[in-house]
């Protein structure tokens, strides 16, 4: 018995998964966790000895912040900007995010020693 072939696009979506999910700072057993497949399974994408559904794609790409263009196409594994984690982000987050944002741009301007410690918008 031969073993199977890896299709490309099973072996790009993989990479992609990978790379991104390093980045993430995630481990492959947690990513599993989180979008509900099992480690080997996602292993197996990783590989390209499998490839992933549409479902498990989406799951993917909200977990990890990317867009599925990131994913699904050799070459775009540059890192995410911040606009497009933030477009993944369930918008019940997106206000406490834009809090976050604002304070930390308040402790720098205090650090570089703003006069009033406010962030010009």
């Known amino acids: 018995m ?3 072939e890896k299709k490309e696009i099973n072996v790009t979506v993989g990479r992609n ?6 980045r993430a700072g995630y481990t492959r057993e947690r990513l ?18 499998v490839g992933v559904s549409l479902t498990t794609l989406r799951r993917i790409c909200e977990t990890l912040g990317v867009s599925a ?6 070459g775009d594994s540059r890192e995410p900007s911040l606009a497009e984690r933030l477009a993944h982000v369930d918008g019940r987050y997106v206000r406490v995010i834009e ?3 604002q304070k930390q741009l308040e402790l720098l301007a205090l650090a ?7 962030t010009r918008h």
Not at 17 to 22: D, F, K, Q
Not at 69 to 74: E, F, I, K, T
């Open 2 to 4: 031969r073993a199977r």
């Open 17 to 22: 998964i990978r790379i991104h999910r390093e």
């Open 32 to 49: 599993a966790e989180l979008i509900e497949v099992s480690p080997r399974f996602l292993y197996d994408a990783e590989c390209g000895a």
């Open 69 to 74: 263009d990131a994913v699904l196409w050799p």
């Open 99 to 101: 809090e976050l944002i």
């Open 112 to 118: 570089s020693g703003g006069d009033d410690g406010k």
